[in-house]
């Protein structure tokens, strides 16, 4: 059974660029969450996604966005980079149906120059 | 949001000791999820404790919650444990959940 899959892994993008970072959910699980962390802090929670909808969101400006398929996957994307943005981006899935566990993904590291 | 202080920051363990980390939250919260990062990043789930004790091997957490702590305990620890240990909660009234974490408890686990 996959867990959650992510990629790019790593990437380097420089200031002012866009990233596309993508997510696949364990499967059974359709909701899925984006979290970003800096060298040395906790996740912070970006948005969350069900049914193709972002329904929750954390304290993140509109460069952020994201978009759930039908498949439940899911995209990330940045615009506008700055080197605060700069951090390793993670996908957790969790089920609707009972407690909410999540289950994150390996992450992608990005770099801004 | 709902503040989540972990310790100690940092704790370093000869192989084989005990150990216990703590975390609080500002808030009531219906979810709260113990996770292990390891030095590649990937978060593991270790314990979804919203109140109650659990126990999993070595390891073992308690959630207060109307006290707002849980404890994590690693009994006989390995250098396999080391790494980073996360404390996440959601809050109580949230419709669906977002998870707060805590700054994180690193733990070094020498041979």
């Known amino acids: 059974d996959a867990g959650v899959t992510q990629s790019p892994t790593h990437l380097i993008k420089t200031r002012g660029q866009q990233v596309t970072l993508r997510c696949s959910p364990k499967?059974?699980?359709?909701?899925v969450s984006w979290y970003q962390q800096a060298l040395g802090q906790g996740p912070q929670f970006i948005f969350q996604?069900?049914?193709?909808?972002?329904?929750q969101r954390g304290n993140f400006p509109d460069r952020f966005s994201g978009h759930q398929f039908p498949n439940y996957s899911s995209e990330l994307n940045v615009n506008a980079l700055l080197l605060g943005d700069s951090a390793l981006y993670l996908c957790?899935?969790?089920?609707?149906?009972?407690?909410?566990?999540?289950?994150f993904g390996a992450g992608s590291r990005l770099t801004v120059l | 949001g709902i503040q989540v202080e972990q310790s100690p920051p940092d704790l370093i363990l000869q192989e084989g000791a005990n150990s216990t980390l703590r975390c609080n939250f500002s808030d009531s919260v219906n979810n709260l999820q113990w996770f292990h990062q390891n030095p590649w990043g990937q978060l593991i789930n270790l314990f979804y404790i919203p109140s109650g004790t659990k126990q999993n091997g070595r390891l073992s957490a308690t959630t207060v919650a109307t006290e707002r702590y849980s404890l994590l305990y690693i009994s006989s620890s390995q250098t396999t444990d080391s790494g980073v240990y996360f404390c996440a909660v959601g809050r109580l009234g949230d419709n669906f959940n977002k998870f707060y974490f805590g700054s994180g408890t690193k733990l070094n686990v020498k041979p």
């Open positions: 957790a899935s969790s089920p609707t149906s009972g407690a909410n566990v999540l289950t």
């Open positions: 499967s059974g699980h359709d909701t």
């Open positions: 996604y069900y049914e193709e909808e972002e329904r």
